[in-house]
């Protein structure tokens, strides 16, 4: 297992240095000079000889390749430039917003297992049944639904017809109510279909035939046949989700104000200052495929079968 | 096979279909992508006023028999805008979705067909994207193209282009050593022929059932980032930046974002359940959620 774990974590430092000279090259193959682009937030006239020193500050004069380099050796330092707006470092502004973000996100994730699971379980149990056609009407329109569309319909229920949630803002455990549902809506959704279909595909497998011949009651072959089982796939599927919770979480920052840093790469994006929007997508990546390496080693730890393959192949 | 045997499988393939009974599900959801197409078509015909044109005589007016859904915070006709976002929507995903299944079909293909290093070396290139969580991708490459409608579509497909150039190869591979192909290259095919004969058919039908799947969720990135102010922009009419914008008015106007919230549902409803359907009858063997 210890071996297992080492070879996936090294695997990381290939995936990221590809991710970041995948994003290196976009960003120099990309239409406009990034020199005129600095000058512009700059109020600088790009007058010609502008240009070229900014060139020079920006080392664009260089070759790409160590340009590259450069950037590489300075960012694993932990220097990813500074802003081309607010000519704070980077880092410093990404690390000040990212808490919030992993705050939100987190707890959607949190959210959605302890919500889907229970729902998975009893629409399975209840096949064909009231509950069953419940969730899966729930399940249907949750995976249609527009994140942030929800969010406003909360906030007109709750906030502005019930008057029970504050419509904007962090503070409290109140204010984190909304976000977190409107963020986790569709992550709910899928896993709840995923774990009802899941838990069907098992019951129909010979063990748990085998378990019922030997007179196990139905809640006990539930829990320890089918559900184990069962929740294999929604592990797999939860690496998935904390992509689309992080990117969620950007977006809904802004429905409910929530002092992220969805709303900091926004205006980033749209004042293209490229600095941080290389800083703020390299940590996310780096979060999302972190995340997926540990659900991966979740999955193997869970599942015997890969375990002793992962052993045997050492 | 006997009839009970043949009972069970029918139950476990219904086991996916949607609560209410599928026929007149899917048929419903065929009549809004029906309505959808005609609206996006015959917008110039149908809508009863033009979407851009501002009258703030008329601004913020709740539904009336002129206006049947009432007028924006610029006095824009809402149901005309409406109609108009539909060729927004529908048109930028339809758009992205060309885009990606020539670009995987390109790339995937290439990497099953060559096999070797220049498989290895395009999967990995392939990973590089997949190592994104598609809506972050997405904002990168906005970040760096810029806003606007073009730059989205090109944002939408790169960001999802590696998930079917994957399926592409995988396809390409497991065709490769199949008998008919095996067959026709025997018979003096060269490889382009065999490819667009043979290959290029069986690849096609499981990319249509794919990015069947995946409209929905695309046309949810597409409004996403228009709301955010990266997207298609203003004053296009566009579901996502029509919510955007009526976001100050979420106190006195709420229908204002309770219309085109309510297209983009049931669009995407309709489109998914249009999905699992093409899913079922194309492709029995795709199942489980199809998701990034």
């Known amino acids: 297992m210890a071996g297992f774990i080492l070879r996936r974590l090294l695997l990381l430092i290939p995936i990221l240095l590809g991710v970041s000279i995948l994003m290196f090259v976009i960003l120099r193959m990309a239409p406009g000079d990034p020199a005129v682009a600095y000058l512009k937030l700059s109020s600088i006239p790009p007058t010609p000889s502008a240009v070229a020193e900014a060139r020079q500050t920006l080392g664009l004069d260089r070759p790409i390749l160590a340009q590259y380099v450069s950037w590489l050796s300075n960012a694993v330092q932990g220097d990813f430039g500074v802003s081309h707006v607010t000519r704070r470092p980077v880092i410093d502004d990404i690390l000040h917003y990212l808490p919030a973000t992993l705050q939100l996100a987190g707890a959607a994730l949190l959210f959605t297992l302890i919500v889907s699971v229970p729902l998975g379980i009893w629409s399975a149990r209840y096949k064909d049944r009231w509950p069953d056609q419940l969730v899966r009407a729930f399940a249907f329109v949750g995976v249609s639904t527009p994140n942030f569309w929800l969010g406003f319909l909360l906030v007109l229920l709750f906030s502005l017809t019930l008057k029970w949630l504050p419509p904007m803002g962090k503070g409290g455990w109140q204010h984190m109510i909304m976000p977190v549902l409107a963020v986790s809506f569709m992550s709910l959704a899928i896993n709840a279909r995923l774990l009802r279909a899941s838990m069907l595909e098992t019951a129909s497998a010979r063990h748990v035939l085998y378990a019922r011949l030997r007179g196990l009651g139905d809640r006990q072959v539930e829990r320890s046949h089918i559900l184990r089982n069962a929740l294999l796939p929604i592990v797999t599927a939860t690496g998935m989700h904390v992509g689309e919770l992080l990117g969620g979480t950007l977006v809904i920052e802004s429905v409910f104000g929530w002092p992220g840093i969805g709303r900091y790469a926004v205006s980033a994006i749209y004042s293209r200052d490229f600095p941080v929007i290389q800083c703020f997508t390299l940590f996310l990546v780096t979060i999302f495929v972190v995340c997926n390496l540990l659900v991966d080693i979740l999955y193997a730890w869970l599942d015997p079968r890969i375990r002793l393959n992962a052993e045997a192949a050492i | ?292």
């Not at chain 2, 996916?16 to 959808?36: C, E, G, N, Q, Y």
């Not at chain 2, 944002?155 to 026709?184: C, E, K, N, P, T």
């Open chain 2, 1 to 292: 096979m006997s009839v009970a045997s043949l009972d069970a499988r029918a139950s476990r393939r219904r086991m996916w279909r949607l609560p209410i009974r599928d026929s007149w599900a899917v048929r419903i959801a065929l009549f809004i992508v029906a309505l959808l197409a005609i609206a996006a078509i015959a917008a110039p015909w149908i809508a009863p006023y033009d979407p851009d044109a501002v009258d703030l005589a008329r601004r913020l007016q709740s539904p009336s028999l002129s206006h049947w859904l009432g007028t924006d915070h610029l006095g824009r006709d809402e149901l005309s805008r409406l109609i108009y976002g539909t060729r927004v929507s529908l048109g930028s995903v339809a758009l992205s979705i060309v885009l990606i299944l020539a670009l995987a079909i390109a790339v995937g293909g290439l990497s099953g067909y060559m096999g070797g290093r220049i498989d290895q070396a395009i999967m990995r290139f392939c990973d590089c994207f997949l190592a994104f969580p598609t809506i972050v991708l997405a904002l990168f490459l906005i970040g760096i193209l810029g806003t606007g409608m073009v730059n989205v579509i090109i944002a939408i497909a790169l960001s999802h282009f590696a998930w079917y150039a994957r399926m592409v190869r995988g396809l390409v591979l497991s065709f490769r050593q199949r008998d008919f192909v095996l067959a026709s290259r025997a018979a003096g095919a060269s490889r382009v022929r065999v490819f667009f004969e043979h290959l290029f058919p069986a690849i096609m039908a499981q990319m249509i059932v794919l990015a069947t799947l995946d409209i929905g969720h695309m046309m949810l990135h597409v409004a996403g980032l228009s709301f955010l102010g990266l997207g298609v922009q203003p004053p296009t009419a566009e579901w996502g930046v029509m919510i955007g914008d009526a976001r100050p008015f979420v106190w006195s106007m709420p229908m204002l974002i309770l219309w085109p919230g309510l297209a983009l549902l049931l669009s995407v409803m309709a489109f998914n359940i249009l999905g699992d359907a093409v899913r079922d009858r194309l492709d029995p063997s795709l199942h489980g959620d199809h998701q990034h």
